[in-house]
């Protein structure tokens, strides 16, 4: 592994454990050289995926790209890290297992879409005035409308209450 500080080919592993989801492989790193420290991450990738853009241009699939638009959406949310990981990491699973070596870039949005809208509304908002392309205020009010339909619908327990289940009345 390539030193990120001198360039230098030859690196040493100090430290290896699997992530807490077990889904990538930690390893602290040191350069002999400028005695440099830094963090690697080895995951399983199954297959090479293509994207195929709207242009119609076809580019390699980077999960670190995904990641980078998802915390964009989330910046300043109050979200754990470790659910966004779960997140990411289900979208490249959800994407390796089709058994397609292309996919859409509309597909992986939508599959964004969906992850956020069960973590964070805020960012879904936002994830999705960027992907659907809102133009006026109004597209935001039907998405808030579409949540607050989907809110309405859910009962919410008050807090520190456990939900109570619905009981049937029998005829």
């Known amino acids: 592994m390539r030193c990120p500080y001198c360039g230098s080919l030859d690196t ?3 430290d290896s454990r699997p ?5 990538s492989i930690r390893r602290r790193r040191v ?3 400028c005695a440099g420290r830094f963090t690697t991450f080895e995951r399983v990738q ?3 995926l293509m994207v195929a853009k709207k242009s119609g241009r ?3 699939f980077e999960r670190d790209k995904l990641m980078r638009s998802i915390e964009i959406a989330l910046r300043k949310r109050a979200v754990d890290s470790e659910r966004v990981e779960r997140m990411v990491n289900g979208i490249v699973r959800q994407l390796e297992s089709q058994g397609e070596p292309e996919i859409t870039s509309d597909r992986i949005g939508e599959l964004v879409m969906e992850g956020l809208r069960s973590l964070d509304d805020v ?4 994830f999705a005035s960027v992907y659907r392309n809102f133009r006026e205020a109004r597209d935001f009010g039907a998405i808030v409308d579409e949540l607050a339909v989907e809110e309405s619908g859910r009962e ?3 807090p ?3 939900k109570r289940e619905a009981v049937s009345g029998g005829a």
Do not use: F, H, N
């Open 12 to 14: 040493q592993v100090k």
């Open 46 to 48: 199954l297959r090479e």
């Open 156 to 158: 919410k327990p008050a």
């Open 31 to 33: 350069c002999p050289d």
């Open 160 to 162: 520190g209450k456990p």
């Open 58 to 60: 076809r580019v390699v």
């Open 19 to 23: 992530t807490e989801d077990s889904s």
């Open 123 to 126: 960012a879904y908002v936002r």
